[in-house]
T-cell receptor, first 112, second 111 residues
């Protein structure tokens, strides 16, 4: 498809486990973003990549959260020692430069 | 970050125009006004943006007050597919990537 692809669409895990969420941006988009959306709230910014480097990671809530984009395309959001409060929809978006953001459908994470 | 204020919810009838208001009294001169919408179980979708002048595209129109302290998103003929949460967001010219979403306006469209 031509849009932003996120996998898995749903992930259920147990408290304390490690989780990886993957994002495939639109081909050619240099900028990639991760947002998190809790139930009933608007999305919250987590991190922004320009190419391979994290240009702004000020939204990551703590050091259990980490994201990479080693080749400037696919990105992985990694969450260590998951907690119940991490349960949310994790949204990825990409853009061409400073243009509009194109969001994926999100990965719903449930921590039991 | 400059904040926006939107009604929690609005209701419209199919094929009628819808005016979604947004107040942003602390907007700065370099802030763009962006609108995104989020359909159920989907990620947000860009709708339109503007700086000072009114803007039109295939999805909607954006009317910006002369003092820029408020704006209105106009859907000319609402369809059932337009039922969504609409977010009005101020985007600083220097940090266009960092969208600050509020709770938005939940638009219900009645058939």
């Amino acid at each position: 498809g031509a849009g932003v692809s996120q996998t898995p669409s749903n992930k259920v895990t147990e408290k304390g486990k490690y989780v990886e969420l993957r994002c495939d941006p639109i081909s050619g988009h240099t900028a990639l973003y991760w947002y998190r959306q809790s139930l009933g709230q608007g999305p919250e910014f987590l991190i922004y990549f320009q190419g391979t480097g994290a240009a702004d990671d000020s939204g990551l809530p703590n050091d259990r959260f980490f994201a990479v984009r080693p080749e400037g395309s696919v990105s992985t959001l990694k969450i260590q020692r998951t907690e119940r409060g991490d349960s949310a929809v994790y949204l990825c978006a990409s853009s061409h430069g400073v243009g509009e953001l194109f969001f994926g459908e999100g990965s719903r994470l449930t921590v039991l | 970050d400059a904040k926006t204020t939107q009604p929690n919810s609005m209701e419209s009838n199919e094929e009628e125009p819808v005016h979604l208001p947004c107040n942003h009294s602390t907007i700065s001169g370099t802030d763009y006004i962006h609108w995104y919408r989020q359909l159920p179980s989907q990620g947000p979708e860009y709708v339109i943006h503007g700086l000072t002048s009114n803007v039109n595209n295939r999805m909607a129109s954006l009317a910006i007050a002369e003092d820029r302290k408020s704006s209105t998103l106009i859907l000319h003929r609402a369809t059932l597919r337009d039922a969504a949460v609409y977010y009005c967001i101020l985007v600083s010219g220097g940090s266009n990537y960092k969208l600050t979403f509020g709770k938005g306006t939940l638009l219900t469209v009645n058939p």
